[in-house]
């Protein structure tokens, strides 16, 4: 899998919503398990989300379950994150990267990040 580039990060009051996006290149994307991770400022880079090759099964960190969504569409190569009910606390840079929760860190694959800020 080649190159990730996400999109779709910007400033949003608390309590709204945004819907990240992650393109892929490469033959392989489907073949992997993908994560969103995020780093807020000052802090380390955190696992959020992730989602089997398929799409069938996905995960969530409880700091987002039940406000966030991710999805997949393979064929398309793209990686999503639907997000309400943002908080303040929820400002980070989001990255997709390969892998799940136990394999993303070791796959070293994650784009350039988006920038989500949540403030009124």
């Known amino acids: 899998q080649g190159q990730l580039v996400e999109s779709g990060g910007g400033l949003v009051q608390p309590g709204g919503s945004l819907r990240l996006s992650c393109a892929a290149s490469g033959a392989t994307f489907r073949i992997y398990a993908m994560s969103w991770v995020r780093q807020a400022p000052g802090k380390g880079l955190e696992w959020i989300s992730d989602?089997?090759?398929?799409?069938?099964?996905?995960a969530y960190a409880d700091s987002v379950k039940g406000r966030f969504t991710i999805s997949r569409d393979n064929a398309k190569n793209r990686l999503y994150l639907q997000m309400n009910s943002l908080k303040p606390e929820d400002t980070a840079v989001y990255y997709c990267a390969k892998g799940s929760r136990d394999g993303w860190r070791g796959y070293g694959t994650w784009g350039q990040g988006t920038q989500v800020t949540v403030s009124s």
């Open positions: 989602i089997t090759n398929g799409g069938g099964s996905t």
